[in-house]
C-alpha cells in the first residue's frame, strides 16, 4: 500500500534523488539541492500554519511505499503565483484583418507576454517512478491535492491552474524555444528551464515586449502550442475530467497550455465529503476510495471503504494506521472517477 503525506525535513536526501528522475519540462523539479532543502521548509510551515489565508507557500505531498519506506512519488500545490516575482505566461490573442482592396480576410494569432502579480493557486511538480504508475496511483497522488483544498479551502485561491509540459524531445529540444526564447537569451531551453527556478528577472529583461505574431513562426513551432508532451496526456485528461479546461495562455518556454478550474468548481473538491470512522475491521467490502486525514498535517490512501452507517464507514487495520486514526475520528472520502461528461471543454488550437 502507498500512502500521500506530507513532507519532512529529514527525507531532503532521498527526496532529492527521486526528483533527479525527472525529464526536462518539469520546470518545478528542475531545482537544486539547497532549493528543494527551503521548500520543504516551507512545505512543513505550510502544514503548521494556523492562519487560512494563501500567502504563496507550498504545500509538498510525497508518496511513500509502505512495504519498502521508500518515496515513490511528489506533488504540490503552490497557494500562490507571483508575488515577489511575477508570474509569466504569453497570452494568445486572435484578431480579424481585412482589406477591401484585395478581398482578403486574416485571422491573424499573436502571442503577448503576460505578467501577474496577486495570481491564483498552482498544482504542479507532480512526478510519480515508473515502475508506480498504473492501478490507480497517479491518480492518488493527483486528486489528493483537491482532498487537501476540500480540507482546509482557505488556504488556497479562489481559482486553481495548472501548466501542463509542452512539446520537448529526449535530448531537451523545444521547437517553441528554438523559435522564440533562444533568439532573445542564447542559452539552450533546459538552461532557461532550469534558470527560471533560480530567478525569474532574466525573463522581464530579456523577453520581447512588443507582440509575437505566429504567422513569423516556423511550422514545427506553431504546430506545438498549446500542446503537451506525450507523457502528460493522461494528467491533462485527468484534470479536464475534474472540471479544469484550457485558456488563452501558454507556457513561454515551452508553449504548453494552462488550464484552470475555480476551486470550488473542481469536481473533486466537491465529491470529497467528510464521514465518521465507525469501524476498524480486518477486512472489508466496497468499492475502492480516496480517504484522507488531517493526521500530521495531511494523509491519503486508496483503498476499499464499507459504508455501515449514516455518514459513518468501516476500513482495514492497515488502512487506520496508514491515516492514523482511531474509531468514531473523522475522515474525508473522495471517489477517485469523475461523472463523465461532467464538465464542458474548450481551448486554443493552432492551425
Not at 5 to 32: K, N, P, W
Not at 46 to 74: C, H, N, Q, W
Not at 102 to 110: A, T
Request: proline share 6%.
Amino acid at each position: 500500500m502507498e500512502v500521500i503525506r506530507a513532507v519532512c525535513s529529514r527525507e531532503i536526501d532521498e527526496l532529492f534523488e527521486l526528483i533527479g528522475h525527472a525529464t526536462y519540462g518539469m520546470t518545478s523539479l528542475q531545482i537544486t539541492r539547497d532549493q528543494l532543502q527551503e521548500r520543504i521548509e516551507l512545505s512543513e510551515f505550510a502544514f503548521s500554519r494556523s492562519t487560512d489565508k494563501p500567502g504563496g507557500e507550498p504545500y509538498v505531498l510525497v508518496m511513500e511505499d509502505l512495504a519498502t519506506r521508500r518515496l515513490v512519488g511528489i506533488s504540490c500545490i503552490f497557494t500562490k503565483v507571483g508575488g515577489y516575482e511575477p508570474f509569466y505566461s504569453y497570452r494568445l490573442v486572435e484578431e480579424e484583418h481585412s482589406c477591401a482592396l484585395l478581398g482578403v480576410k486574416r485571422r491573424i494569432v499573436s502571442l503577448h507576454l503576460t505578467k501577474i502579480h496577486d495570481g491564483p493557486t498552482e498544482i504542479g511538480s507532480l512526478f510519480l517512478m515508473p515502475q508506480y504508475r498504473g492501478q490507480g496511483r497517479g491518480r492518488l497522488l493527483s486528486l489528493s491535492r483537491f482532498a487537501l483544498m476540500a480540507l482546509r479551502p482557505n488556504r488556497f485561491a479562489a481559482e486553481v491552474i495548472a501548466e501542463m509540459r509542452g512539446r520537448v524531445d529526449d535530448a531537451g529540444c523545444s521547437p517553441f524555444w528554438e523559435a522564440i526564447g533562444r533568439h532573445f537569451f542564447g542559452i539552450d531551453y533546459p538552461q532557461a528551464d532550469s534558470l527560471s527556478t533560480v530567478s525569474k528577472t532574466f525573463i522581464e529583461e530579456l523577453m520581447p515586449k512588443y507582440p509575437i505574431y505566429l504567422a513569423l513562426l516556423p511550422a514545427d513551432a506553431r504546430e506545438v502550442i498549446g500542446q503537451v508532451h506525450d507523457q502528460t496526456r493522461p494528467a491533462l485528461a485527468m484534470l479536464e475530467a475534474e472540471g479544469f479546461v484550457r485558456r488563452d495562455m501558454i507556457d513561454i518556454f515551452d508553449g504548453g497550455p494552462r488550464i484552470h478550474c475555480r476551486r470550488t468548481e473542481i469536481n473533486a473538491v466537491q465529491r470529497t465529503h467528510q464521514v465518521k470512522l465507525a469501524q476498524i475491521r480486518d477486512q472489508v467490502t466496497g468499492p475502492p476510495q480516496i480517504i484522507a486525514s488531517d493526521s500530521n498535517g495531511f494523509r491519503a490512501v486508496m483503498a476499499p471503504v464499507e459504508v455501515c452507517g449514516s455518514g459513518q464507514v468501516a476500513c482495514t487495520r492497515e488502512v487506520a494506521a496508514a491515516l492514523q486514526r482511531e474509531p468514531d475520528q473523522p475522515v474525508w472520502l473522495l471517489s477517485p472517477k469523475s461523472e463523465p461528461g461532467a464538465t464542458e471543454r474548450e481551448g486554443w488550437r493552432a492551425d
